[in-house]
């Protein structure tokens, strides 16, 4: 099974729903993660899963 890749153009684009602030790239999680909301939202076969219902919270 091959993995899909996240294109980091993409991250440009797409800013937190919760804050608005910008996201981290976690390439080893597959993540986009938002320090400031303390969430991190999945990728999945490439695409962004921007839904809070879908975040896991971060440790503090």
């Known amino acids: 099974m091959t993995e899909t ?3 980091r153009r ?3 684009a797409l ?3 919760v ?3 910008t996201l981290e790239y976690d390439a080893e ?3 986009l993660v ?3 909301a303390g969430l991190a939202y999945p990728i999945r076969d490439g695409i962004p899963i921007m839904l809070m219902d879908e975040a896991r919270k971060l440790d503090d």
């Open 15 to 17: 800013i937190c729903p």
């Open 5 to 7: 890749v996240f294109d």
């Open 10 to 12: 993409m991250l440009e």
């Open 34 to 36: 938002s320090k400031r």
């Open 19 to 21: 804050t608005h602030a």
């Open 29 to 31: 999680a597959q993540e």
